[in-house]
């Protein structure tokens, strides 16, 4: 079971402002007749509600990815990583604006269900030592998730 959306929220607002995020998301994986797909649940500092709208199957957008491979993600200058033509494909980073991002899978019994998102609105800005305090400050848990150990940074 989830923790109430009040102590998510609250959770992200807190993140957000001790790290210095422009903006911090949350998505979760939803059960649906032809597998999963994953919404933007909550966030903070965002521009507007448009992530609310948006839903990723299993291997697509920044979501889609970490899901699929339980590994985190880091984009650190999304102007030189990504393809402008494929942008379409990371609707989050469009509607919010996000120049550098990383994101973290959020485990429950063995199985990635969440996505923990930050980025800044400026660029390269998230770096690996970024993504290394991100993960450094969640100690392991988000709400009632697991934060798996990174070895890979």
Do not use: C
């Amino acid at each position: 079971m989830h923790q109430s959306s009040g102590q998510y929220q609250t959770i992200l607002d807190q993140l957000r402002e001790k790290m210095g995020y422009d903006f911090v998301s949350l998505a979760f994986a939803q059960s649906e007749a032809d597998g999963f797909v994953l919404t933007w649940q909550y966030a903070s500092g965002n521009l507007n509600n448009r992530y609310k709208r948006i839903v990723l199957q299993s291997g697509k957008g920044i979501a889609g990815i970490v899901y699929k491979t339980g590994k985190p993600m880091l984009v650190e200058d999304v102007a030189d990583e990504l393809n402008s033509g494929d942008l379409f494909n990371y609707p989050i980073l469009i509607s919010e604006r996000l120049t550098s991002v990383a994101a973290i899978p959020l485990y429950r019994f063995e199985r990635v269900e969440g996505i923990l998102l930050a980025g800044y609105r400026e660029n390269s800005r998230f770096t690996r030592e970024g993504l290394r305090m991100l993960h450094a400050q969640l100690r392991g848990e988000f709400g009632d998730f697991e934060v798996k150990e990174m070895s890979v940074l």
